[in-house]
């Protein structure tokens, strides 16, 4: 296809595209004449790639490109992807706490889960639960312990969508994708929840979960698009 | 205490302290002569709560306003507290794809979630799949069943913490750090659950998850800090 074709599939602009060859981050298509040159799926499919990780996951070019290098050398094993994506998609992570670095050593502890000094989760939950400190321990350990038992249902769910692609390549896609996406699945779905969950916990008897009253009415006008 | 030491305890420059009040997120503390005021714990707990909210969770000042403005009103239900913090925490939202709606709508029903059309949740998790689409539908119905079993958990935990509260004012605080933070708690702990269930499950026979070879060392050099 030409980069007409391909800039419309992908909802990338040409000048996009052409930049993300210039990077690196896209190969070049093959030239078929003195000004036409063409594209195919493979470019399709990386420009979702690129786009999922620049738009929905933040990362600036050189992070990408660390990503797709990865990806894309065949020697490479998975888990090494995933560490890769996993460091690339943690955002800024500051210095916790000595504190709050021991509660989630304790966490994962209690949990059985043996995982490297460096995972980045250990420092994004740390630096979360010192901006919570301070504020009357929102996380507590019971909440703590019901967040990680829903984690371990997440991963499982994660790596068994690696487990059922069929190559290395399609594998590697899986891992980046499904971690770059992923939270923002999650978090979409978390907030659908939390909405149906007070729906059913509040028009029962005794519930109210800190509502000062009852509702007469299940549906908040809150989460609802204003009038207009 | 003076501004220093509300700064210190906070962590926040004398300056970002000036502009909260100015801004009117922060009420100004109590005049004790000609060039001193106080603050007390009030204080150093809305500030953290600013704090979450725009250097952790990204939120403009003028949202950070419009949920201290729900959370501080005595006559707002705390699921109308829940629905705005919902609002603002969920960032720009694209309007997704027919397909990707019917999708969503299709697992909620298949939950049995009643949720408002409006709950951002549901453009969040539509948007991320058309993200991944055209890569070879990552997030298959299996994948995404997972991910809602997980989430209606996380949600219990949530509302059982609110419900823990005492008071009014701790339970909006629960909602809002809840949702701010917790997105934040939650993609870590999903890092270290990815990791610990990755190490679980390749050193078994007949696992792999996509992996192109046996690992020698449980421990994947690429999620551990660089040598120097």
Redesign the interface.
């Known amino acids: 296809m030409r980069i007409s074709e391909l800039s419309t ?2 909802e990338a602009a040409a000048t996009a595209i052409k930049y993300y060859v210039r990077e690196g981050l896209l190969p070049d298509g093959t030239r078929t004449g003195r000004t036409t040159t063409v594209y195919d799926e493979d470019h ?2 990386r420009i ?2 690129i ?2 990780l620049t ?2 996951g933040g990362l600036p070019v050189s992070r990408v490109r660390e990503v797709l290098a ?1 990806v894309d050398d ?1 020697a490479t ?8 994506t ?2 690339a998609t ?1 955002g800024d992570l500051e210095e916790p706490s000595p504190e709050a670095a021991e509660r989630v050593d304790a966490l ?1 502890a209690a ?15 740390a ?3 010192d ?6 321990h ?3 350990d ?3 312990r ?20 069929g190559t ?1 390549a ?2 590697a ?3 980046v ?3 770059a ?22 028009p029962g008897p005794g ?7 009852p ?1 007469a009415d ?8 204003r009038d207009r």
Chains 1, 2 share one sequence.
């Open positions: 599939r992908s399709l499919a979702r790639l786009r999922a738009h929905v990865a065949p094993p998975i888990q090494h992807v995933l560490g890769v996993q460091q943690a994962l949990r059985g889960w043996q995982v490297h000094p460096g995972n980045p989760g250990r420092r994004m939950v630096a979360a639960l901006a919570a400190d301070g504020t009357g929102i996380f507590t019971e909440t703590l019901g967040y990680a038992a829903a984690s371990e249902q997440v991963a499982t769910a994660d790596l068994d969508a690696v487990a059922r692609t290395r399609a594998a896609e899986s891992v994708l499904g971690t996406l992923g939270d923002r699945v999650l978090a979409g779905l978390r907030r659908i929840a939390q909405e149906a969950e007070t729906q059913r916990r509040l519930c109210g979960a800190g509502s000062d009253g509702s299940p549906v908040d006008p809150a989460v609802g698009p």
